[in-house]
């Protein structure tokens, strides 16, 4: 006896048929997408070896308000203004893979308090990396190059590698070790 087959229906839109309905680049919509801070979920389907990106109702329904905002003339510096996406702060750290509380924020212009607050991130977030560094340099463990670039700042780039007074060496794929040398001011 032969079973049908089943048609299963995934919830949730493509990202890639949603592009080709909404009429637009797919450079514009991936920056409404970062824009947005919208993450597609990748999911595994029958026709494709590699994650598929989809959408959920909410954000479809968000990203087709701001198409049509774009279909009608605005710009996307004038989506990024409305947005405020260029004053959103977020501190992440790759070694303990998570974010740190209260982390990720939007300073208003004239909020003097969330400045303040946002103030306190990045030196929360930059005495993380001094830590991290020193914890580098003394026990000589090796790093993935996502953590250096943390730690540092900027990715690392060729074999060697220098950056405030920090020494990288690559070890073999994907590991660094550091150093620290000493910096010499004239």
Request: charged fraction near 20%; glycine fraction near 8%; include cysteine.
């Amino acid at each position: 006896m032969e079973l049908p087959l089943a048609h299963v229906e995934i919830d949730g839109t493509r990202l890639s048929e949603w592009q080709l309905s909404s009429g637009l680049s797919r450079s514009t919509m991936y920056e409404l997408l970062k824009l947005l801070k919208i993450r597609p979920e990748g999911r595994r389907v029958a026709t494709s070896r590699k994650l598929v990106s989809y959408l959920s109702a909410d954000q479809v329904q968000l990203l087709e308000q701001w198409s049509a905002a774009i279909k009608k003339g605005a710009t996307l510096p004038q989506i990024r203004e409305r947005i405020g996406s260029s004053e959103i702060v977020s501190v992440v750290n790759p070694i303990l893979s998570e974010t740190i509380p209260g982390s990720s924020q939007t300073v208003q212009d004239g909020d003097l308090a969330s400045e303040l607050e946002a103030a306190e991130l990045a030196v929360s977030d930059l005495a993380s990396r001094l830590e991290a560094a020193g914890l580098a340099v003394s026990s000589g463990l090796g790093l993935t190059t996502k953590e250096v670039a943390w730690i540092l700042g900027v990715n690392p780039g060729g074999a060697f590698f220098s950056r405030g007074g920090i020494t990288c060496t690559k070890t073999g794929r994907n590991c660094w070790l550091l150093a620290s040398r000493k910096v010499r001011f004239f």
